[in-house]
């Protein structure tokens, strides 16, 4: 089973700002199978990147993916106050496992 | 408009079965492949099973294999998921969620808002 470790755990940052969150996988994800999504308390997982780099329609063009192998990241250019939320990541290239989650926090 | 509603959680006793459905509608059902995510209270995400658009390809999580069963009835729009000798670690809210393509191993583009399994004696 690949496992996905994403970090901080916690981001603490302020409206404007740039986040930068990390997707590590335990081996090589193929093809770049791998997905971000941001949950919002009480709601239900939204997609946000597919294919490691891909927006998923109507997805703003501050959020943006990177990566390959076993190290992604997905970037928030500059924070708006409804991108405060928990992000996964979902590997999909072998079976399906999901990330902890990245809570990222108003400073 | 995609909307997908699942039903028929609640609370059971450990050991004992019980069985999820979700009602797709909006979109060509039998184009697409189906899988159950899960969340255990206060707790991340887990893939919990999985299947094509014509049941030819199924996948579960080890967690849950020889105890969960994942089907579907195109005909009604409709995803299921049997539950059997359930343990309190599958104590969670379930989501149904569709994927772009009719094959089983990919990601999310829809989700359900959940339906919520305690299992507690």
């Known amino acids: 089973?690949?496992?996905?470790?994403?970090?901080?755990?916690?981001?603490?940052?302020?409206?404007?700002?740039?986040?930068?969150?990390?997707?590590?996988?335990s081996q090589?994800?193929?093809?770049?199978?791998?997905?971000?999504?941001?949950?919002?308390?009480?709601?239900?997982?939204?997609?946000?990147?597919?294919g490691a780099s891909s927006r998923a329609t109507g997805i703003p063009d501050r959020f943006s993916g990177s990566g390959s192998g076993t190290d992604f990241t997905l970037t928030i250019s500059r924070l708006e106050p409804e991108d405060f939320a928990v992000y996964y990541c979902q590997q999909y290239g072998s079976s399906s496992t999901f990330g902890q989650g990245t809570r990222l926090e108003i400073k | 408009e995609v909307q997908l509603v699942e039903s028929g959680g609640g609370l059971v006793q450990p050991g004992r079965s019980l069985r999820l459905s979700c009602a797709a509608s909006g979109f060509t059902f039998d184009d697409y492949a189906m899988h159950w995510v899960r969340q255990a209270p206060g707790k991340g995400l887990e893939w919990v099973s999985g299947i094509s658009w014509n049941s030819g390809s199924i996948g579960y999580a080890d967690s849950v294999k020889g105890r969960f069963t994942i089907s579907r009835d195109n005909a009604k729009n409709s995803l299921y998921l049997q539950m059997n000798s359930l343990r309190?670690?599958?104590?969670?809210?379930?989501?149904?969620?569709?994927?772009?393509?009719?094959?089983?191993?990919?990601?999310?583009?829809?989700?359900?808002?959940?339906?919520?399994?305690?299992?507690?004696?």
């Open chain 1, 1 to 25: 089973e690949i496992v996905l470790t994403q970090s901080p755990g916690t981001l603490s940052l302020s409206p404007g700002e740039r986040a930068t969150l990390s997707c590590r996988a």
């Open chain 1, 28 to 50: 090589s994800v193929s093809s770049s199978y791998l997905a971000w999504y941001q949950q919002k308390p009480g709601q239900a997982p939204r997609l946000l990147i597919y």
């Open chain 2, 88 to 121: 309190a670690e599958d104590t969670a809210l379930y989501y149904c969620a569709k994927a772009p393509y009719s094959v089983a191993g990919t990601y999310f583009d829809y989700w359900g808002q959940g339906t919520l399994v305690t299992v507690s004696s």
